[in-house]
């Protein structure tokens, strides 16, 4: 009996030192990555968290972006559909990702939520001369970024198209790319009921919270009348 028990326990020991040694792994592994990937200068957060704030303090029209305490370079903004468009009625998610060189080199813009138009690939990454060729790393602001892709859906560039399917349907049949930008606009970026949004990658808790407040309510009288009735 002792040496079962002697056995299990050498056992549960040289399991529990594996555990440890794959534990041990994985932390070499993320440090030799923070080693060898170069990280984004950490005195551009102040900067970059000020700027969010002014943002906030003074909205772009059309444009709500949103401010992460936890990581101030996680950069994301909803962007609503601008009017006389094939995106009116939308809400578009979009990200800014910062290189390791921000800002001697331009960030890089991206769509989460799925959009049909010239200057956005299907990953969603966005092409426009403000991030490209035009990026002045001495002269740039968020709220210039997000002010410019907002125009990029009203007036699109399909000579520089990363979508050549939109881009060509643009020049070609306008009719048409208004009706494919618009259908999918209805399918993944519809805003409803003021605040859900309908899409990849979207938000849709509300609904949920208001079902949770629904029941929370009707236990809340179903407690109230068990309550009553042990009074009488």
Not at 87 to 97: A, E, M, N, P, T
Not at 188 to 208: E, F, P, R, S
Request: include cysteine; glycine fraction near 4%; aromatic fraction near 8%.
């Amino acid at each position: 009996m002792f040496m079962m028990y002697l056995y299990i326990l050498s056992a549960l020991v040289n399991d529990l030192e594996q555990i440890i040694q794959n534990k041990i792994s994985k932390v070499n592994l993320q440090l030799n990555r923070m080693i060898q990937e170069p990280q984004i200068n950490p005195q551009m957060g102040p900067i970059i968290a000020k700027q969010l704030q002014n943002i906030i303090k003074q909205p772009i029209d059309g444009v709500h972006v949103m401010f992460n305490e936890q990581d101030v370079f996680d950069i994301q903004a909803d962007i609503e559909g601008p009017v006389d468009t094939p995106f009116q009625g939308g809400v578009f998610r979009c990200k800014l990702i910062l290189p390791p060189q921000f800002p001697q080199v331009a960030p890089k813009g991206l769509f989460n939520t799925k959009i049909f138009h010239p200057n956005v690939s299907e990953k969603g990454e966005i092409c426009v001369n403000t991030l490209k060729k035009d990026w002045n790393p001495l002269q740039w602001s968020l709220k210039n970024i997000f002010e410019v892709i907002k125009c990029l859906l009203i007036v699109p560039f399909p000579e520089s198209s990363l979508n050549e399917e939109a881009g060509k349907l643009f020049m070609e049949n306008y009719d048409e790319y208004f009706k494919r930008a618009k259908l999918l606009t209805s399918i993944y970026a519809i805003k409803q009921d003021g605040n859900v949004l309908k899409g990849n990658n979207q938000n849709v808790n509300d609904d949920l919270d208001k079902k949770n407040k629904l029941a929370q309510t009707q236990q809340k009288k179903e407690n109230d009348q068990k309550k009553w009735l042990k009074r009488i």
